[in-house]
């Protein structure tokens, strides 16, 4: 009983922060129809940005009071500079390829991501060398359900994306820039012709996307106090299970997304919890294929006909 | 180069006698090849750039072999590693294996060919390292079939992403692996064949495999893919895919026999995968571990496939040598402008009119590449540590400015000096 | 001066030549159609108009500024509204949100109010289907849907591309009716159709596209009474 409440602790938590990842990859994909391999690697510059930021607001690792401010401005920081980021990668890399195959395109993302994550690997930038994160945000145990300490790490992490996702889901369906890029995911040159600026509201998708993927980095880097390197053993590997909750989710589906995400972090937990330790990225990506190939649309997606 | 390619466009006499004797040749002439670089350049180039030449082969046959698949069929395998994965780790599981069940130890047993020649000309070893490849192949084109099979109902990205997660599977897979790795002939004995398959080496790599692999081996290889990759090009199916490749629907609508197609393209591509992985078990200095074999391994290769062309077999395979050897020229980048003008003037024969732009940009490519090597002295910078920024940037900078590659579909030889541009070997809508 | 006038305006779409130099003009108030065959080049002029296609020459003046080279966002802000081809209706937004997203470009709250109250006028249809998806709508209800949602840009040229498509005779009998309402409320009006009969009927003047070329231009009742019109469109020997 214990386990298994531990166990739904945890995969809440990560699940929640595939799903604020996750979200970035649906909605460009919604609007676009390509995989978006550099928002994983926007995710990691999160993560780093919000390293860099505490060790130059917090000082070092050990001596760092927590402050709920500094946090707040570390969160910001990072969300606003990936913001950018994601901007500019549109800008420049997928803004000249709009009328190219799809294929192009996806190459061309995946160009960008090993771009992004050798870059910061080089040593001016993040490095090649794990570092601790201070501890920004307070943590003590909660309160006890069964045995199950629920920290208010935890609690301050499903919160916070709970909270974007929310702010998100309300972008998206209730303001008329979400009309618009609703507009825009079913046909764009229809979207155009009501008024709808479509490429300034690509480049807005890209921006909510990157900082969403930001948060999620920063709150990560928050949760597991040590930021990995090098990138693709831990940060695209994420990125990528963030990108199977948005398949599975239905991809293109904002609900999707979210629901995908704590359904890969359950499935991972728990298999890793009651099946084997060492195989969580096996159930992850085994789960893709199996969806892929019985219900491609996903779980909320309903089925598209390609349009000839 | 050039005759060969004219005989194969040339319809084959119908006599039943002849037949045979075309479809060896090209065989006669990969081993002539191998056979060169073997006996003819390794003894000249010392041990390190032999290393060098048969990094080049196996980069070859792994970016011919998934030029296949990205650049016949429109398909985007990006798991590619993974067949390398399933292939290398069977290859040296056999041979490790069977050598202790044969003869006692893991120790060299290959001949001439396989670098001792001592032992005479072929061996019991060599020919137990060409089976273990071929198995290897084997069972990387059985995966490469299961792959393949959602390529039936799945559109280009989504099966990108399947593969991706195959490579991903076969690599934890593979960590989970027992990694005591049993070195005395005792212990081995009384194996089972289920525990040998269990006990590949986990996270630290299947080491103690014999080093088999040569550059005979390699550019044999090589060069049957190579023929191989030639032949799928021009089958009938090859020229329909490579004409309707960038336009799915027109795909779907030519019907079943295509799709089928792009699952026999998975599997020759896995097959030719599996026996480079085979080879690069065999290979000495290489570490036969999961981590090498990841995606970005995969990435490596389709960077090689997109920059040469999707489609152009001859360009993958130089784009594939020129990664290959890069990281060496980088560590210290020697001038370019000699380079440069052999290449402005090149392009000035092929294309007089059209040559004169082109001849520009080169000019200024190779100012900005001597103008980076002098900065990088001046500073002190190691260019190597940048060699992947610069491939993911040229990759980016590529699909922007030239979407279809160095080659597009075409081949090398379609560009001729001193004459008009011939239609592509391939005539492409 | 015209409210929209085009000049030798040439369009390629990669190496087929759409329109090879046409000329149009449309004064304000009126109703202008265009007609012509299948592939003749209608669709292309009303994209071109709207800048979601780039002419290869030629110029392309509405109330006497260049339209060209403008995105086709700002073309509507400056009040050129486009019902498509095939009426462009977004299935997975309600009736009232496909209607709102007409005004995107807008801002006065007020003056859309009253748009929207105009259109669930014209169109009482709508109105009592305002909260439903707008993919359970009939054919003739989502041609309605699509002429209403242009008129929330509050247009002063509107672009209506086959409004009569696939409809019922009744149908297209009602929709022509409020093409002639929505002119006598101000709005100039460039029809394209293929029910030549309908547009001759409704239109002030008519321009006959061929190939990607004017082959006559007249009053609609001269297009009407004219021999070749009445062979190649109207379907009298």
């Known amino acids: 009983m214990t386990k298994l409440l531990q166990t739904l602790v945890d995969s809440i938590a990560v699940g929640s922060l595939y799903g604020l990842i996750a979200l970035g990859y649906t909605m460009v994909y919604g609007i676009l129809q390509f995989i978006n391999f550099a928002h994983s690697d926007v995710f990691m510059v999160g993560a780093w940005l919000s390293f860099l930021v505490a060790v130059r607001i917090g000082g070092q690792t050990a001596t760092v009071e927590p402050s709920v401010a500094k946090a707040l401005l570390v969160l910001l920081t990072a969300m606003v500079c990936c913001g950018a980021l994601g901007f500019t990668i549109e800008r420049l890399a997928y803004r000249p390829l709009r009328q190219a195959p799809r294929l192009n395109v996806l190459i061309t993302a995946i160009g960008v991501s090993l771009f992004i994550e050798n870059l910061g690997q080089l040593k001016w930038l993040f490095g090649a060398m794990p570092q601790p994160m201070p501890r920004l945000l307070p943590d003590r145990p909660l309160f006890a359900l069964a045995g199950v300490n629920v920290n208010l790490l935890d609690v301050i992490v499903v919160g916070t994306a709970a909270v974007l996702m929310l702010l998100l889901n309300w972008i998206v369906f209730g303001t008329k820039l979400g009309r618009g890029m609703r507009a825009v995911s079913y046909s764009p040159p229809t979207a155009a012709l009501m008024g709808v600026p479509v490429s300034r509201i690509i480049s807005f998708t890209f921006v909510i996307g990157s900082c969403a993927a930001a948060a999620a980095g920063f709150l990560y880097a928050t949760k597991y106090i040590t930021l990995q390197q090098p990138a693709h053993e831990t940060w695209i590997r994420l990125g990528l299970k963030a990108f199977v909750a948005a398949v599975v989710g239905g991809i293109g589906n904002i609900r999707g997304a979210m629901l995908g995400g704590l359904l890969i972090g359950l499935i991972e937990f728990f298999g890793a919890a009651y099946l084997s330790p060492n195989l969580r990225d096996v159930y992850v990506f085994a789960v893709l294929i199996l969806v892929l190939l019985f219900r491609p649309a996903g779980i909320l997606g309903r089925a598209t006909v390609e349009k000839v | 180069m050039t005759s060969a390619n004219a005989r194969w466009v040339a319809p084959r006499p119908a006599a039943a006698g002849t037949t045979w004797l075309y479809s060896l040749l090209p065989l006669l002439a990969a081993i002539a090849l191998a056979a060169a670089l073997h006996f003819g350049l390794q003894p000249a180039i010392g041990p390190f750039r032999t290393n060098v030449l048969m990094n080049i082969g196996i980069n070859v046959i792994l970016a011919v072999s998934l030029n296949i698949v990205n650049g016949f069929t429109g398909q985007f395998s990006i798991g590619h590693a993974g067949f390398m994965a399933v292939g290398g780790y069977t290859a040296a599981a056999i041979t490790y294996y069977t050598s202790f069940r044969v003869w006692g130890d893991a120790l060299m047993h290959g001949g001439v060919l396989s670098g001792v020649p001592a032992n005479g000309w072929l061996t019991a070893g060599d020919a137990l390292f060409v089976g273990s490849c071929l198995a290897g192949g084997l069972l990387a084109a059985v995966a490469g079939y299961l792959v393949g099979l959602p390529s039936l109902r799945l559109r280009g990205d989504y099966l990108a992403i399947v593969t991706l997660g195959f490579g991903e599977i076969v690599r934890v897979l593979l960590q989970q692996s027992d990694s005591d790795i049993p070195y005395l002939a005792a212990d081995v004995q009384r194996m089972s064949v289920w525990q040998m398959a269990r006990h590949l080496g986990g996270a630290l790599g299947f080491s103690g495999v014999p080093f088999y692999t040569t550059p005979f081996w390699v550019w044999l290889f090589a060069a049957v893919t190579l023929l191989v990759a030639f032949r799928v090009k021009r089958s009938s199916y090859g020229r329909a895919f490579l004409s309707i490749r960038e336009d799915e629907t027109a795909a779907e609508a030519m019907g079943v026999a295509l799709t089928r197609f792009k699952v026999r393209a998975f599997v020759l591509a896995a097959f030719f995968a599996g026996i480079a992985g085979g080879l690069f078990a065999h290979e000495i200095g290489t570490a036969l571990n999961p981590r090498e074999l990841g995606f970005m391994k995969s990435f490596d290769i389709v960077i090689m496939v997109v920059l040469g062309g999707m489609g152009s077999i001859s360009g993958a395979a130089l784009a594939a040598a020129i990664l290959t050897i890069l990281p060496e020229v980088l560590r210290s980048p020697p001038h370019v402008w000699p380079l440069g003008l052999v290449a402005i003037v090149f392009v000035l024969m092929v294309r007089r009119k059209a040559g004169r732009r082109a001849a520009l940009t080169l000019a200024a490519v190779t100012v900005a590449l001597e103008a980076v090597r002098a900065a990088a002295l001046w500073q002190g910078v190691n260019l190597a540590d940048y060699r992947m920024v610069l491939y993911a940037l040229s990759l980016v900078v590529m699909m922007i400015v030239r979407p279809k590659g160095l080659f597009g579909v075409r081949e090398i030889w379609d560009y001729r000096p001193l004459g008009r541009r011939r239609a592509a070997t391939v005539a492409v809508g | ?237």
């Open chain 3, 1 to 237: 001066m015209a409210l929209l006038e085009i000049r030798d305006l040439h369009v390629h779409y990669g190496a087929i030549h759409a329109l090879q130099g046409i000329d149009l003009i449309i004064e304000a108030g009126q109703i202008v159609t265009l007609i012509g065959a299948n592939g003749a080049g209608k669709s292309t002029t009303l994209r071109t108009i709207s800048g979601l296609l780039r002419p290869s020459a030629g110029t392309l003046a509405y109330d006497g500024q260049s339209l060209i080279g403008q995105p086709p966002h700002e073309i509507v802000r400056r009040g050129v509204a486009h019902a498509p081809e095939g009426r462009g209706i977004f299935a997975n937004f309600t009736v009232a949100e496909n209607l709102a997203i007409g005004a995107y470009a807008r801002r006065d709250k007020g003056g859309i109010a009253r748009d929207l109250e105009w259109a669930l006028t014209l169109f009482p249809r709508l109105r009592e289907r305002l909260t439903q998806s707008a993919a359970t709508l009939s054919g003739g209800e989502q041609q309605m849907l699509a002429i209403g949602r242009a008129l929330l840009a509050r247009p002063r040229l509107l672009l209506l591309d086959e409004p009569s498509l696939g409809l019922a005779p009744q149908v297209v009998q009602t929709i022509f009716q409020i093409i002639r309402a929505i002119n006598a409320a101000g709005t100039t009006i460039l029809l394209v159709e293929q029910n030549a009969h309908m547009a001759l009927q409704t239109a002030h003047y008519g321009y006959v596209l061929e190939v990607g070329r004017i082959a006559l231009h007249a009053t609609a009742a001269e297009l009407a009474a004219s021999d070749r019109v009445r062979r190649a469109y109207l379907g009298v020997a």
